[in-house]
């Protein structure tokens, strides 16, 4: 496969649920060296298994608030406690390897990434309907009852964003998989428009 044309990082958001996950794994898989997933910085401690610079970049509340300071993250949020970022230099890591970053995010890192005016390349995944991102996230069995209402709230906030214009370059309908998948590889090697 011929390089990636267009070195932007990719990010890419949409309802959880909808398939974002499903969609970027298959881009790695077909993709192996052109490709990565951000790997963020993160002030929570590791859970068993986690390995730092591949889970997560580790690292200290201090550190965090002084890489914050100094302008090094494209965007960065607050969950509970723990405080999660993506930083400049991750992204332009991956660049000087020759690979482009895919970012899964919420709404409002899309929105401080776009208020940086930072260069990157926007896709949103869509439902083919409110109840076929229900029956997916059900499908999926990895989430409490309370959990999946939580989504589903979240879920119309995401999909109202996505119809302001000009937002996303892309917008994809994942109903059928293979055809969405296809929509992402044609965006993904797309020449940049002049
Ligand atoms: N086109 C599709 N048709 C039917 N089911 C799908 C389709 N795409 C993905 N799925 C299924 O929907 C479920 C959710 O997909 P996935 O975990 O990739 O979502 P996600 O957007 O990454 O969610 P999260 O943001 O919570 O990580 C999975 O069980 C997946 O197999």
Redesign the pocket.
Known sequence: MAPVPDSRPIVIS??????????Y?RLFQNHPDTFTLSVSHTTRGPRPGETDGVHYHFVTKEAFETLKQADGFIENAKFGDNYYGTSKQTIEEQKAKGKVTVL?IEVEGVKQIQAQNYPARYVF?APPSEE?LEQ??R????ESEESIQK?LKQAKVELEYAKVPGIHEKIIV????DK?YQELEEFVFAQPKA
Do not use: H, M, Q
């Open positions: 949409g309802p959880s649920g909808v398939g974002k996950g499903t969609l794994g899964d995944i076929a997916r996230l499908g999926r069995g990895t989504r994942n109903d059928d998989l969405a």
